[in-house]
């Protein structure tokens, strides 16, 4: 059975930092790209960014391009996102989904496999 477990959301200020993590069970991590999205209140989720199996490739959405960090481990299955700069815009569920591919970084929702139940980010001004 896969599993994929948000943690590490919460109530920030602006322009603090969160650290998500999202820990993987249930298939062979190192042979999946991941990737994170959120969802705002009354919107429709989209494309935060996301690595490739080796973590080599790293993409990011234009809007949070220079904040956000996105790195994995292999050894312990999990996936991280690192928030900087935070700002009342980036107040969302925040996902961590997984695909298959090897080489490509794909950033519809539709192309992924794999998702988490969700954290909750809320960023205060």
């Known amino acids: 059975q896969v599993q994929l477990v948000e943690s590490g959301g919460g109530l920030v200020q602006a322009g603090g930092s969160l650290r998500l993590s999202c820990a993987v069970s249930?298939?062979?991590?190192?042979?999946?790209?991941m990737g994170w999205f959120r969802q705002a209140p009354g919107k429709e989720r989209e494309f935060v960014g996301a690595?490739?199996?080796?973590?080599?490739?790293?993409y990011y959405a234009d809007s949070v391009k220079g904040r956000f960090t996105i790195s994995r481990d292999n050894a312990k299955n999990t996936v991280y996102l690192q928030m900087d700069g935070l700002k009342p815009e980036d107040t969302a569920v925040y996902y961590c989904?997984?695909?298959?591919?090897?080489?490509?970084?794909?950033?519809?929702?539709?192309?992924?496999?794999?998702w988490g139940q969700g954290t909750q980010v809320t960023v205060s001004s």
């Open positions: 989904a997984a695909d298959r591919s090897l080489t490509t970084i794909r950033i519809k929702e539709s192309e992924y496999d794999y």
């Open positions: 249930g298939l062979t991590f190192s042979r999946f790209a």
């Open positions: 690595i490739t199996p080796s973590g080599g490739t790293r």
